[in-house]
C-alpha cells in the first residue's frame, strides 16, 4: 500500500489544519492507521492512531483533546484535524498502516511497515 499525506501549512498558533493520508495500491479497511511527527534535532514521535474501522483511537498526552484522528475507508483515507496549534507542534508529520489483526491501535513506529512521505507543520507564535 502507498500513503500519501498532505495538507500541511504555515499557520499561527491557535489555528487548525486537517492532514489528509490517502491510500492506494490496496484498501486501507485491512490496516491499522497511525500518525507520527518529527521536529528538527528530535526523534520521531507517536500522535495518534486509529483502529481499521475506525472505532478506538488513541492520542499522545501532549495533542489529547486538540487532535482527533478519523478514517473513511471507502474512500481509502485517514484524517488528523488538528485544533489549537501551538509553537511546539511544528514538525514533519507522517502517516503510517500496519496490518490489523484483531482491530487493534498501536503506537510504536516501529511496528508500522508503511509510511507516507510527510508533510510539515509550522505554527508560528
Known amino acids: 500500500v502507498q500513503l500519501q499525506a498532505s495538507g500541511g501549512g504555515l499557520v499561527q498558533t491557535g489555528a487548525s489544519l486537517r492532514l489528509s493520508c490517502v491510500g492506494s495500491?490496496?484498501?486501507?479497511?485491512?490496516?491499522?492507521m497511525g500518525w507520527f511527527r518529527q521536529a528538527p534535532g528530535k526523534e520521531r514521535e507517536f500522535v495518534a492512531t486509529?483502529?481499521?474501522?475506525?472505532?478506538?483511537?488513541f492520542y499522545s498526552n501532549s495533542v489529547k483533546g486538540r487532535f482527533t484522528v478519523s478514517r473513511d475507508n471507502a474512500k481509502n483515507t485517514a484524517w488528523l484535524q488538528m485544533n489549537s496549534l501551538k509553537p511546539e507542534d511544528t514538525a514533519v508529520y507522517y502517516c503510517?498502516?500496519?496490518?490489523?489483526?484483531?482491530?487493534?491501535?498501536?503506537?510504536?513506529?516501529?511496528?508500522?511497515?508503511?509510511w507516507g512521505q510527510g508533510t510539515q507543520v509550522t505554527v508560528s507564535s
Open positions: 503510517a498502516a500496519r496490518t490489523s489483526v484483531t482491530g487493534e491501535i498501536n503506537w510504536r513506529a516501529t511496528e508500522y511497515t508503511y
Open positions: 495500491g490496496h484498501t486501507l479497511s485491512s490496516y491499522t
Open positions: 486509529v483502529s481499521r474501522a475506525g472505532r478506538r483511537t
